[in-house]
């Protein structure tokens, strides 16, 4: 079935309606439009300036935000494709899916959330969504305030890997109270807090590319050494990571039979990285077999449970407990040897410090530090509530290196 088919006008319907493009332009779809848009968008260029793992300035092969969009997208198109659900729907999501992402990664998330308390909190996810739909310049409404990308109804619903406001203070969330209007219109026609299969495959290839490519960069980095993991005592400790940061109820064996599964690849390495072609080059093979390991179970499993058309609410996307296990393994290798590292968490404090000094600094001078458009929105902000979301939409927008050059400027 033509995944075109499955997408109806409902769909296809963007929050302001655009007239038709010039007879002599290229004839994309919708979708195609959308993805374009995302691409285009300055919110996407300063991905290459943000921290993945591994500050993006310390070395030239380790993954920043943009090169993880990337691989992100190759994986959920390509799983899209197979499944038979809208390929570039389901790709412009992935290149979306960490735009809201401030400075200094997940460290600087968490940061800026502690101090939007007063506001309502600050989570990647929702900044996204506030990305697409009001801080990104592309369309204006008929009273002239920005609409953002004005991208589809089914591709912002595929953004959209939180659909619900914030529960409570620390957890994951879609959307803030001022974007509720919004959010309203995107998921017009759908009940509670289901995710499209869209935003399922791309939430899935993010944590694929995730778990397999961060460590890569730590094997590269000389931080992993995967043979280490044949230690019991060393297996032991690592799995406590996992159940701290991934599944709190995974039990040992359960670990050692999914590091079992893992090690039975062909492609698993035998002897120490040591920086050769020969030894980047087994460790691609390594990289490019897991992700056909989890995308072909999660296909396989989707396939044997639905006959229908999967795509949009007409069916969910399986991934065997198996899978899951595997890739928080993985997940859980990288978080030990390289997030918990000595030199992370120094690194880690200092930016927290210049987090909390930049926003105070900004709050202080108010609308004279920050950018035009900013600016803009701070004049017409109602309250204090309102200008700190203000602020911290500005320091959201600065890559790691712009992060510094402002607090060495303001500070």
Sequence with gaps: MDPESLYDAHARERLVPEPPK?????ERTPFERDRARVVHAAASRRLAAKTQVVDPRSDDFVRNRLTHSLEVAQVARDLARALGCHPDITETAALAHDLGHPPFGHNGESVLDAMAEPCGGFEGNAQT?????????KSVDADGRSVGLNLTRATLDACTKYPWRRPAPGAKFGVYEDDLPVFGWLRSGIEGSRKCLEAQVMDLADDVAYSV??????????????????????RHATWETVRGWYLPRASDDELDAALAGLMEIGSWPTAPYDGTRRSLAALKNLTSDLIGRFCGSAQAATFAAYDGPIARYAAELVVPRDTVTEIAVLKGVAAHYVMQSAHRLELQERQKVLLHELVDALLAREADALDPMYAEDWHEAADDAARLRVVLDQVASLTDASAHAWHARLV
């Design 213 to 234: 490519h961060d460590v890569e960069d730590g094997v590269v980095a000389g931080l992993i050494d995967l043979g280490r993991l044949h230690d019991a005592g060393e």
């Design 22 to 26: 010039r007879v002599d332009a290229p």
């Design 129 to 137: 969504l506030r990305i697409l739909t009001r801080l990104e310049s």
